[in-house]
């Protein structure tokens, strides 16, 4: 059976941050800026509180069958509470978004390379 790798969004909002917390994210904001976001196994969180303050975390997970995305999508979901549960940030409108890659239409690149072969 092939193994199929799956990219999951993460999206939600902070709500009812203290002052402390605030500042926090503030200062931590290079390391999780838009233009660093990655999809990892760990997941990596981004944000820009200066426009809004919405966050993305971006998971990469895989599976053996095409249903195998729910799970990983709860996962990650899972994954993004308990991070911002352990640093006590307040967050609403937690959403998921999962692709799997095995699914995504070809690039004009790979296209043109698959039909080479």
């Known amino acids: 059976m092939t193994t199929r790798t799956f990219r999951i969004m993460v999206r939600g909002v902070f709500d009812g941050l203290s002052a ?7 200062a931590r904001a290079p390391e ?4 660093r976001a990655a999809f990892t196994r760990e997941g990596h969180l981004s944000y820009d509180l200066g426009a ?7 998971f990469l997970d895989s599976g053996e069958a095409e249903e195998d995305i729910l799970a990983a999508a709860e996962r990650a979901e899972q994954a993004a509470r308990t991070w911002l549960a352990e640093r006590g940030y307040g967050y ?3 959403r998921s978004q ?4 095995s699914q995504a239409p070809l690039g004009k690149r790979q ?4 039909n080479a072969g």
Request: aromatic letters at 6%; hydrophobic letters at 50%; a neutral charge.
């Open 52 to 58: 809004r303050a919405a966050f993305t975390f971006r």
């Open 20 to 26: 402390e917390q605030h500042a926090e994210l503030l």
């Open 111 to 114: 296209r043109r390379a698959a």
């Open 98 to 101: 999962a692709e799997d890659l």
């Open 32 to 35: 999780h800026d838009v233009l």
């Open 92 to 94: 609403k409108n937690l």
